[in-house]
């Protein structure tokens, strides 16, 4: 029997790639997206994807919504991929962002339960819960510091699935992913934001990135290889929550040298105060200006990622390093920068 799967946030990055990893083990795709006056297909296109599953018009805010749609196509997993997920836009929409990440998750868990449990749930946590993280590297023991409206959000759905969990006895887990990205990253994320420029750079389409806080580490991994952990979790027969990392972290100047790199250029760094500049080495030329407009009201330093309970009981690893997924970025970029393709 086949089994059927509807994702939340298909269009984006992570819903992109689950789409696929979920068609190549045999399942029937259902993405649920909102009713605007256009959706945005380009990265399951990208995937070449589209054309094999199937959209439905479900929105987070509205309840009786969600319980239609998901009594009319009986999913037997559920992934939650939907948020407003740019961490900066979540200070200045707060409110959207609080009922969006944080009670449309508990929309979902009700509705399930008034289904008697079924099916199974999964909820995107995310690293920023941890934020002023208070050791490293963070597990799932870690005690949670969210520094963003995003990050409380966040770390509400994830208690609450765990509350419906334990009360309930639904088949609910949360994986904690820290950062992970792809060619599919949304262009105000900063990978893709460097990435792109660095393409842009190489295509002399512009002469400067403007960047934030280039001290920020971050432990980047490979979303195909996170949205393989996601269903390994629903494939346990006892739900639990994951940490998802790679173990390795790296600031915003190391991706930006890396990609700098990608394109032939070594940047060197003229640091004068927070007036920090990227220069070519060869050249001179001013290639990373700092921006403070760029930077957070309230900044999470450092995040690092220990994947071990993953590794020993999903028995799930990444396969992607910093430095390829860097390069795979850039190079996925310089290609559609040549044939003047910038989807997203």
């Not at 009922?99 to 008697?116: C, F, P, S, Y």
């Not at 409206?149 to 770390?155: D, E, H, T, V």
């Not at 930077?295 to 690893?317: F, V």
Request: charged share 25%; hydrophobic share 35%; with cysteine.
């Amino acid at each position: 029997m086949t089994k059927k799967a509807l994702i939340t946030g298909i269009t984006g990055q992570d819903g992109a790639y689950l789409s696929d990893f979920l068609l190549k083990k045999g399942y029937k795709v259902y993405g649920a997206v909102r009713r605007t006056s256009s959706i945005n297909t380009a990265r399951l296109s990208y995937m070449d994807v589209l054309d094999n599953i199937e959209l439905v018009s479900m929105d987070l805010g509205e309840i009786t919504n969600i319980q239609r749609t998901i009594e009319k196509i009986e999913p037997d997993e559920i992934y939650n991929l939907a948020a407003q997920s740019f961490v900066q836009t979540s200070y200045e929409q707060p409110i959207y962002t609080s009922d969006i990440d944080g009670i449309g998750v508990t929309r979902l868990l009700e509705t399930i339960r008034n289904l008697g449990g079924k099916p199974k749930f999964y909820q995107a946590s995310t690293s920023e819960m941890f934020g002023k993280a208070k050791e490293s590297p963070q597990n799932e023991g870690t005690p949670f510091y969210p520094r963003s409206p995003y990050g409380i959000a966040k770390l509400y759905s994830h208690w609450m699935t765990i509350n419906y969990r334990e009360s309930w006895g639904i088949h609910a887990c949360s994986g904690i992913l820290f950062n992970h990205e792809s060619p599919l990253r949304g262009s105000e994320f900063v990978t893709r934001k460097i990435s792109l420029g660095m393409a842009e750079i190489k295509n002399q389409k512009r002469d400067t990135i403007n960047l934030g806080n280039l001290s920020a580490e971050r432990d980047w991994g490979f979303a195909g290889d996170y949205v393989e952990a996601m269903w390994l979790m629903l494939q346990e027969e006892k739900p639990n929550d994951y940490v998802i990392a790679t173990g390795q972290t790296h600031s915003v100047r190391d991706f930006t040298e890396k990609a700098a790199k990608a394109i032939g250029i070594d940047l060197e760094w003229d640091v004068n105060g927070s007036n920090e500049k990227g220069l070519c080495k060869k050249t001179g030329k001013i290639i990373i200006s700092v921006d403070e407009a760029f930077k957070r009201p309230a900044e999470t330093d450092h995040l690092l990622g220990d994947s071990s309970k993953a590794y020993r009981e999903l028995e799930w690893k990444p396969s992607v390093n910093f430095e390829s997924l860097v390069e795979m970025m850039v190079d996925h970029d310089i290609k559609r920068v040549e044939k003047g393709l910038v989807w997203f």
